[in-house]
C-alpha cells in the first residue's frame, strides 16, 4: 500500500454560531488523493466544517471557528491568511445550487478569467470545454453556451457549479451534497467524476446517500450533533463500526 | 350519521366560510383601487381641462411700415442708432394705420383718438420690441412694410377662449364694447388666428402672460437636476456599497444607519437653509443658480437613493457572493462582477424617483433665490434660475387671466416629465431585473 500523505489537519476544531455551538472539538486528518465522505443527520454540522476549509464561514458574522486546520502544514485559520489564495486552492461545490446569473460560458470561464490561468480565448475556451465536459454537462449545453446558466435545469445548474469549481484546478474541492438535485444516470457521472478528480485532487464530499458514500469514499467520517462521532476507513465504518450511534444510522435506525 | 360525517360537514362550513372572507377582501381591495382612480382622475381632468388650451395662442397679422425716417434717417445702418430708435411709436403708427383703413372701409371714417388708444390694447405690450427684434436681424427690411404675424394681448387670447364673461357690466370686464366688437371683426377679416403656443416652449419667464415661457424654468430644471444626480448618484452608490458590504456591523455603523432614515424625512426646507448656510454663505456659489440648487437637491436625494441602493444590495442573493467567493474572487471582485450588476435596476430605480421628487421640490430651492422672476433663459449652470414648481408657484400668483391656464399647461409639463422618468424607472426595473 502506497504511503498515505495527509492534506488537511484538522485539530481541536470547534464552531460557534453566536453563542451556538455547531462543532465540538473535532480531530480528523484528510488524506491526499482521496474521497472523504462526511456522513450524519441533518443539522449535525457537516456544512458547517466543510465551509470551514475554505473560510467561507468568515463570510457569517456571527460564526468564529477555533482550532487549528493544516493545510499542507499552513494553518489555514490563520488571520493574516490570504483568503484569494486558500480559496484558489479549496474549490467548493455548495449545497444549493448558485450559478451567477450570467451565461453558462461565462459562469465556468469566471473563475479561469479572475486568476489569469488563460493566456488567450482559445485556451480559456478549452477550459470551459474541458471542464464542461468532466462535470458531464457538455452534451447538454454545447450549442447554448451563451443562455444564462440560470436557465437550466437543477441538476444541470449543480453540475455547471461542478464544472466551474474545476475550471480553477484546484487542490482541494469540497462537495456540499453535489448529488442531491441529480437523478441516478448524472449521480453515477459525478460519482465517476470524483473517482478521476482524485488522482489530481483531495476531495471531501457530504453525502446522505449511505450507498453513495460507500461507493466513492475511502474514507468517512460520522457526525452527530456537531460531534465527530467516527472516523475511518469507509469499509470498516460500513461493515463494522465502533460505535453504536454510526450503526443506527448508517442502518437507518435513525437520522 | 357517523363521526366522519359532522366531521366533513363542518369542513364544508369552513371552507365556505373562507371563501367568503377572501371574496370580502378581493371587493375591499377593488374599491380602494376605484376610488383612488376616481380621485386621479378628477385631478388630472380638472388641470388637463384648465391647461390644455395654454398650449394654444392667439396671434394678430398686420402690416408694420418700417420708416426710414424714424429709424435710421441717415443711413447709418448703426445698430445702437437702430435699437434706440422709437419703436413704440412706430408700431403704433402702423396698428392705427391698419385699423382706420379697416374703419374707412366700413364705416368711411377714421377712428377717433379715444378708440385708437383703447384697440392698441388689443396687441401684445411686447410688440414693439418683437418688431426691433425682427429689423436688427435683418437690416435690410429698412424702409420697406413687412407683414408681422404677433401675439395678441392676452385677454384676446382669454376672450377667443371663452374665458370672459360678456354678460357682465362694461366696467368689470377686461375688454370694453369697442374691443369686442373689433375683436370679432378681425376674427372675420383672417386678422386673428389660433395657433399653438410655442412662447410657451421657447422663452422665459415675462410680466405679459402671451410672452410667457417655461423655457428658462425648464432649462433651470435641467441644470440643477443634472447636478444632483452628477452628485448623489456616485456618492449614494459608493456610500450604500461600502455601508452594506464593506462596513464592519457595530455601533457606530448602526447610528449611521439610523441618521441616513432620518435624513430622508426632514423637511426639505432644512436642506434649503443648511445650502444657504453653507453653499451661498460658506463658499459663496452664485446665489439663484441651478448649481447651488442642484447641491441642495443632491443633499435631499442622497438619502432616498442610499436606502433604496441599499434595499437592491440586499436582494442579491448571498449565495451568489458565496459563489463568488468560493472561486477566489477578492470582495471588491464580488461586488464589482456580480453584486453592483445585479443591484444596478434597483439602484436606478431608486435613484430616478429621488430625481422625480428632487424635480418637484421648491421649498429648498426658495433658501437659495431660485423662486424668482428670471426673463433670461440660463445657459449655465452658474446663471441665476428657476426651476419648474417655482414657475408654477410664481405664475399661479399672478393676477392676470393669461397666467391661469399657464399654470396649469406648465403644470402638464411637470406632470409629463414625472411621468417620463417613473416610466424610465419602471423600463429599467423590468429590463435588467434578472431572475435566479
Ligand atoms: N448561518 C447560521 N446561523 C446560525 N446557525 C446556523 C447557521 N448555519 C447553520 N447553523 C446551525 O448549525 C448547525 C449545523 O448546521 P449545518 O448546516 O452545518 O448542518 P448540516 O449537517 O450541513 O445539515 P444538512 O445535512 O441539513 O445540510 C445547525 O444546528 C444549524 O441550525
Ligand atoms: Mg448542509
Known sequence: MIKEQTKLDIDNV?????????????????????????????????????????????????????????????????????????????????????????????????????????????????????????????????????????????????????????????????????????????????????????????????????????????????????????????????????????????????? | MTNIDVLEDKKDKLIAKRYSKEKRFILFGRLAISLTIIFLTILLGSIVLRGISGFTTTTITFDVNLDKKLIDPESTNDKKIISSARWRKITRDSIYNVLNEINLVMNGEVLSKAEQKSLVRLFSRSSEYQIKDIVMDDLSLIGKTINVTLPAASEVDQFLKGRIDQSLPEDDRPLNNIQISWIKHMVDNDMINRTFNSNLFTKGDSRNAEEAGILGALMGSFFALLICLLISFPLGVMASVYLEEFAPKNRLTDVIE?????????????????????????????????????????????????????????????????????????????????????????????????????LGETAPLLMMGMVAFIVDVPQSITDPATVLPAQIFLWSDQPERGFEEKTAAAIMVLLGFLLTMNALAVFLRNKFERKW
Open chain 1, 14 to 255: 470547534d464552531v460557534f454560531y453566536g453563542k451556538k455551538q455547531a462543532i465540538f472539538n473535532v480531530d480528523l486528518e484528510i488524506k491526499k488523493n482521496q474521497v472523504t465522505a462526511f456522513i450524519g443527520p441533518s443539522g449535525c454540522g457537516k456544512s458547517t466544517l466543510l465551509r470551514c476549509f475554505n473560510r467561507m464561514n468568515d463570510l457569517i458574522d456571527i460564526c468564529k471557528v477555533s482550532g487549528s486546520i493544516l493545510l499542507d502544514s499552513v494553518n489555514i485559520l490563520d488571520k493574516k491568511l490570504d483568503l484569494v489564495r486558500l480559496r484558489t486552492k479549496v474549490g467548493m461545490v455548495f449545497q444549493k445550487p448558485n450559478p451567477f446569473p450570467k451565461s453558462i460560458y461565462d459562469n465556468v470561464a469566471y473563475g479561469p478569467k479572475i486568476h489569469g490561468l488563460c493566456e488567450d480565448i482559445s485556451e480559456l475556451d478549452e477550459v470551459v470545454e474541458k471542464s464542461l465536459k468532466s462535470a458531464g454537462l457538455w452534451n447538454e449545453v454545447k450549442d447554448r453556451l451563451n443562455e444564462p446558466g440560470t436557465g437550466i435545469s437543477g441538476g444541470q445548474q449543480q453540475r455547471l457549479c461542478i464544472a466551474r469549481a474545476i475550471a480553477t484546478n484546484p487542490d482541494v474541492i469540497l462537495m456540499d451534497e453535489p448529488c442531491s438535485a441529480l437523478d441516478p444516470i448524472a449521480t453515477a457521472r459525478v460519482e465517476e467524476l470524483m473517482q478521476e478528480l482524485k488522482k489530481n485532487y483531495t476531495i471531501i464530499v457530504v453525502t446522505h446517500n449511505m450507498q453513495q458514500a460507500a461507493r466513492v469514499s475511502e474514507k468517512t467520517a460520522f457526525f452527530h450533533l456537531g460531534h465527530l462521532i467516527e472516523f475511518g476507513n469507509t469499509e470498516e465504518i460500513f461493515t463494522s463500526p465502533n460505535e453504536i450511534k454510526t450503526q443506527d444510522y448508517i442502518t437507518g435506525r435513525f437520522g
Open chain 2, 258 to 358: 439610523v441618521n441616513i432614515n432620518n435624513l430622508a424625512a426632514v423637511p426639505s426646507i432644512v436642506f434649503g437653509l443648511l445650502g444657504l448656510a453653507i453653499f451661498l454663505n460658506v463658499f459663496n456659489l452664485p446665489r439663484s443658480s441651478p448649481l447651488a440648487g442642484g447641491l441642495v437637491l443632491a443633499l435631499m436625494t442622497l438619502p432616498t437613493i442610499i436606502i433604496s441602493s441599499r434595499a437592491a444590495i440586499k436582494a442579491v442573493p448571498p449565495s451568489i457572493r458565496e459563489a463568488a467567493m468560493g472561486l477566489g474572487a477578492s470582495k471588491m471582485q464580488s461586488v464589482t462582477h456580480h453584486v453592483l450588476p445585479l443591484a444596478m435596476p434597483g439602484m436606478l430605480t431608486g435613484t430616478i424617483i429621488g430625481l422625480a421628487q428632487a
